[in-house]
């Protein structure tokens, strides 16, 4: 069966401080991976797709940016955090053109 | 651009009885409907989905409706069990592929 890891599980960072979360797909090759984030009171937004190795999508400008170096890894980074950064990451996956996305436990990040 | 409301922030519901949660949209292009169930600092699960080409789809407990005129999506929870208890989000794809649009989620509290 398939599994998707997220880590870490929170984090707290400075304003200014870069950033690396990780996501990691068990169980499926070449799956469609999404980044998400939801603010406080606020519903998912999309951050990144990424359908193949190397290949991102980018839905919302921000000083953030996501990569593939892997065919089931995901990785969010950041150079400088913003205060505006801060919330509950969510990262998914899909299989081909399949509709429904499978999102893992998530990263609750406290940008201070 | 608001293309889906979930215009309900929360629901109160005493068990045993029904839930109702309803998605407005306003995006022709949308062909496949989802509804997802989030409890506190995890990620979403999958719940229950509908194809334009349908208008009901029952998976035991849940329902879900789609009105493709009135560009309404609802979903049906019958009997309410306190464990039912989390923020529902619908999700909408179509027209770009991969994607999914979510609304902001309705908090369903289901009260013993």
């Known amino acids: 069966s398939q599994t998707i890891h997220q880590w870490p599980a929170t984090l707290v960072q400075p304003v200014g401080s870069p950033l690396s979360l990780e996501c990691t797909v068990e169980g499926t090759s070449n799956p469609n991976l999404y980044w998400y984030r939801q603010a406080a009171g606020r519903g998912l937004q999309l951050l990144f797709y990424?359908?193949?190795?190397?290949?991102i999508s980018s839905e919302v400008p921000q000083n953030l940016s996501a990569s593939r170096p892997q065919d089931r890894q995901f990785i969010l980074s950041s150079k400088k955090l913003l205060l505006s950064d801060s919330g509950f990451y969510l990262c998914a996956w899909a299989v081909g053109a399949a509709y429904e996305q499978y999102f893992g436990p998530g990263t609750r990040l406290t940008v201070t | 651009d608001q293309q889906v409301k979930q215009n309900s922030p929360s629901l109160s519901v005493q068990e045993g009885r029904i839930s109702i949660l309803n998605c407005d949209y306003t995006n022709s292009m949308f062909d496949y409907f989802l509804w997802y169930k989030k409890y506190p600092a995890e990620g979403p699960t999958f719940l229950i989905s509908?194809?334009?080409?349908?208008d009901k789809n029952e998976d035991g407990r849940f329902t879900v409706f789609l009105n493709k005129s009135a560009k309404h999506l609802s979903l049906h929870i019958v009997p309410s069990q306190p464990g039912d208890s989390a923020v529902y989000f619908c999700?909408?794809?179509?027209?770009?592929?991969?994607?999914?649009?979510f609304g902001k989620g309705t908090l369903l509290t289901v009260n013993p």
């Open positions: 990424s359908v193949g190795i190397g290949q």
């Open positions: 999700a909408f794809s179509g027209g770009s592929n991969y994607k999914l649009t």
């Open positions: 509908i194809s334009s080409i349908k």
